[in-house]
């Protein structure tokens, strides 16, 4: 089993930045991935962004490609997504994912999720 705890949510002025942490802790394999989606209320919730454990396959939403970077150090057991020039669109609640394949993960459907951290982005 494993159990994420996300956070670095908060409110930023539109065109700043924000770095979500998301650290892992129980079982965990060299094959897990991780990743981040975001939901806002009345919407399904959205894939953002993923990564494997070796780094080696990373996918993005078109909608954060150039603004977002997701990483990870594994050491630390710890996913990041730094996020640059936040637009308002990109309010949500953040969630953090995790699972034994990467088409799993970026399906929604890796088995783990995070509690989710607030993101605000005023305009």
């Known amino acids: 089993q494993v159990q994420l705890v996300e956070s670095g949510g908060g409110l930023v002025q539109t065109g700043g930045s924000l770095r979500l942490s998301c650290a892992a802790s129980?079982?965990?394999?060299?094959?897990?991935?991780m990743g981040w989606f975001r939901q806002t209320p009345g919407k399904e919730r959205e894939f953002v962004a993923a990564?494997?454990?070796?780094?080696?396959?990373?996918r993005y939403a078109d909608s954060v490609k150039g603004r977002f970077t997701i990483s990870r150090d594994n050491a630390k057991n710890t996913v990041y997504l730094q996020m640059s020039g936040l637009k308002p669109e990109d309010t949500a609640v953040y969630y953090c994912?995790?699972?034994?394949?990467?088409?799993?993960?970026?399906?929604?459907?890796?088995?783990?999720w995070g509690q989710g951290t607030q993101v605000t982005v005023s305009s």
């Open positions: 129980g079982r965990t394999s060299s094959g897990d991935t």
């Open positions: 994912a995790a699972g034994r394949a990467f088409p799993l993960v970026v399906a929604g459907a890796g088995g783990y």
């Open positions: 990564i494997s454990r070796s780094g080696g396959s990373i």
